[in-house]
């Protein structure tokens, strides 16, 4: 079964990357303004997050949830990305950590994640990422011109995103709210803006059909399987995950595929204990067991290997 939003990507140029005419303007209406972004130092975390919000909110928040747990089965994982859920006045509702979503959803801790490329910000529900706390940011002109927008690092005004993109894109018709990506600068931004956009299109037509999505991507995901290696078009498959057959990811536990999510994104034994509350000796069991699984020699680089090889 094909959706309308498939059919609204094809042929669509990428042209969601802020044009330095964008940028300039902004930024003189900030200087116009007088207003000088604080850049998280003087957040006021806003605890009114209206129930009427966070209600029309929570289906979109649920679906992104279930996509990327059903990615997790998948063998896709997303490395040093976190995705953003904001109401329309741009304030945090949902900070998700898509590397980690296999087993336990949003990041229980919500501190920042730290990885090999440094630290995404400490976002925390009810922070504003409005002009005022953050200055130019993806989410603001995403706000301001109603559609998805992408910045570059050194563009942004505030130090905790110049070693990031950041792209948001409006959620819904009214819009409900926006959701975003941050992720290395390494990384490519029309995979990621794209896959973002098609989110986005397919959540809102599914809460329309009232769709099941966990079951239309299943579908999609299984007929690109059965395929053949680049015949068919999946629903939404994110090509800027790292892939692992869905073979090798089967013979896996729950707590091994955690530990795995977490290695992907380059983070080290020490970090993968310290997030998942385990022992140094507990997580090198765990990939120990992984490598034995697979059949592959054991240790870091085997595994990392027999994942890059695979893609």
Request: with cysteine; net charge neutral; glycine share 6%.
């Amino acid at each position: 079964m094909r959706s309308p939003p498939n059919e609204q990507m094809s042929g669509r140029k990428p042209d969601f990357i802020a044009t330095h005419e964008e940028i300039i303007e902004f930024l003189s209406d900030l200087r116009r303004q007088k207003i000088r972004p604080h850049c998280g130092r003087r957040q006021e975390r806003a605890s009114d997050l209206s129930d009427q919000v966070s209600e029309h909110l929570f289906p979109s928040i649920v679906c992104l949830r279930r996509r990327l747990r059903l990615y997790a089965t998948h063998g896709m994982f997303f490395p040093d990305v976190g995705l953003v859920v904001t109401d329309p006045d741009l304030r945090v509702v949902s900070f998700m950590l898509p590397a980690s979503e296999g087993a336990k959803g949003e990041c229980s801790d919500q501190r920042a994640r730290v990885s090999h490329l440094g630290a995404f910000p400490e976002l925390k529900p009810g922070d504003v990422l409005d002009e005022v706390s953050y200055g130019l940011n993806a989410f603001v002109l995403a706000r301001r011109s109603g559609r998805v927008r992408a910045v570059a690092g050194a563009v942004h005004s505030c130090p905790q995103f110049k070693r990031m993109w950041t792209v948001a894109a409006p959620l819904g018709r009214a819009p409900l709210g926006y959701v975003g990506l941050l992720f290395a600068m390494h990384q490519d931004p029309y995979g990621y803006a794209s896959w973002l956009v098609e989110v986005a299109e397919q959540i809102e037509w599914e809460l329309r059909t009232e769709k099941e999505p966990s079951v239309l991507e299943e579908a999609a995901l299984s007929e690109d399987e059965d395929s053949g290696e680049g015949n068919s078009q999946p629903l939404v498959r994110p090509s800027l995950a790292v892939r692992i057959p869905k073979s090798a990811v089967a013979k896996l536990s729950e707590r091994e595929k955690e530990v795995l999510a977490l290695l992907v994104t380059g983070a080290s034994i020490g970090e993968i204990a310290r997030k998942l509350h385990l022992s140094r000796s507990t997580v090198k069991t765990h990939l120990a067991r992984i490598a034995e699984k697979w059949g592959i020699e054991p240790g870091v680089k085997s595994i990392l290997m027999f994942i890059y090889q695979s893609k």
